[in-house]
C-alpha cells in the first residue's frame, strides 16, 4: 500500500536538490553510461504521468556516430540560420553560445509521442488534443531530473526540424519527434542557467508568477511573502544547491 505521508525530510530534500541542480548540460565526458543506469532514467520517463494513461511515448537511443553527425550537421545549418533572428550585438553572442553537445555526448535520446497510441477515444484528449505531447514533455521532465541524481548530464536539443529527425531515425509518420536530448557524464553541472549566467535573460521572480483565482490577482498576503522569501533565496548562493527549509 503506498503511503500517505509526506517524504521523510532527506528524501524530500532530495527531490528538490534534483530539482535545484538539474542543468540543461552541452559539454560531455566521452564516458560510457552504465546500461543499469541508463534503464533506471527510461524507468524514471516511463514512470510519468501521461493523459488517460496512453503512455504515448518511446525512446530511441542513439548512439551510432553516423547518424549523430547527420543530426549534428542539421542542428549546425539551424543554428546558423536561427542567427538571423537576433539583431547586431545579441547576434555575435548568439553564435558565441554552445547549444547542443551531439558529437560530444555518449548517447543522444529522441523521446517521441506516438498520437494513435491507444487511441482514437483516450481520456482527456478529446477536449486538450495535444495532453499526449504534455505528457511525453513530462517523461522527459523525469528523465532529466533522474539523470542528474545519477550524475549524469542532459541537454535538450530544439534547434532542428523535426521532420528531418524523423527521416534520419526513420520514425513513421503517426509518431512525432518531441525532445532530442544530448545525454552522458557532464563536464560540469553548473550553479546557474547557462543563459542566466552569460545575462541572455534573467530568471524570473516566482512571486511575480502567481496569481490568485484571477489572472493578475495577488496571492494572499502568507502566500505572497513565502514566495518573497524563496525568491531571497534563490538571489542568493546558488553553489548548495536548493533552498533549505
Ligand atoms: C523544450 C526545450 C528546448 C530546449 N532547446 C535547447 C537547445 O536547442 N539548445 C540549448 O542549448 N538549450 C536548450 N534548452 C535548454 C534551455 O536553454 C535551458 O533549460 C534554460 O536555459 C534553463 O537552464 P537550465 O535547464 O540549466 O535550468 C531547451 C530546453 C527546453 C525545455
Not at 548540460?25 to 494513461?53: E, K, N, Q
Not at 553527425?69 to 553572442?93: P, Q, S, Y
Not at 532542428?160 to 532530442?180: F, N, T
Request: hydrophobic residues 45%; charged residues 25%; aromatic residues 8%.
Amino acid at each position: 500500500m503506498v503511503d500517505i505521508g509526506a517524504f521523510p525530510p532527506e528524501w524530500r530534500e532530495g527531490v528538490y536538490e534534483a530539482i535545484a541542480c538539474r542543468r540543461d548540460v552541452r559539454s560531455f565526458r566521452p564516458d560510457p553510461i552504465p546500461p543499469a543506469v541508463l534503464a533506471r532514467i527510461l524507468w524514471a520517463a516511463h514512470h510519468a504521468g501521461s493523459v488517460g494513461f496512453s503512455q504515448p511515448w518511446n525512446f530511441i537511443v542513439v548512439d551510432d556516430l553516423e547518424i549523430r553527425r547527420k543530426i549534428h550537421d542539421h542542428v549546425d545549418t539551424e543554428r546558423l540560420r536561427a542567427a538571423d533572428g537576433f539583431e547586431g550585438n545579441r547576434k555575435a553572442r548568439y553564435l558565441s553560445l554552445k547549444l547542443e553537445g551531439i558529437l560530444d555526448a555518449p548517447i543522444n535520446i529522441c523521446v517521441t509521442c506516438d498520437r494513435k497510441r491507444f487511441g482514437p477515444a483516450i481520456i482527456g484528449r478529446n477536449t486538450m488534443y495535444n495532453a499526449d505531447i504534455y505528457s511525453t514533455c513530462a517523461a522527459i521532465q523525469n528523465l532529466w531530473l533522474a539523470a542528474r541524481a545519477e550524475g549524469i548530464g542532459v541537454g535538450w536539443v530544439s534547434i532542428l526540424k523535426p521532420e528531418v529527425i524523423a527521416q534520419i531515425l526513420a520514425i513513421p509518420d503517426h509518431v512525432m519527434v518531441i525532445g532530442y536530448m544530448c545525454v552522458g557524464y557532464p563536464v560540469e553541472f553548473t550553479d546557474r542557467p547557462m543563459l542566466e549566467a552569460v545575462g541572455w535573460l534573467p530568471r524570473l521572480a516566482l512571486s511575480e508568477l502567481v496569481f490568485s483565482n484571477r489572472w493578475n490577482e495577488t496571492p494572499n498576503v502568507q502566500l505572497a511573502s513565502a514566495l518573497r522569501d524563496l525568491d531571497e533565496v534563490a538571489k542568493g548562493d546558488h553553489s548548495k544547491g536548493s533552498p533549505r527549509w
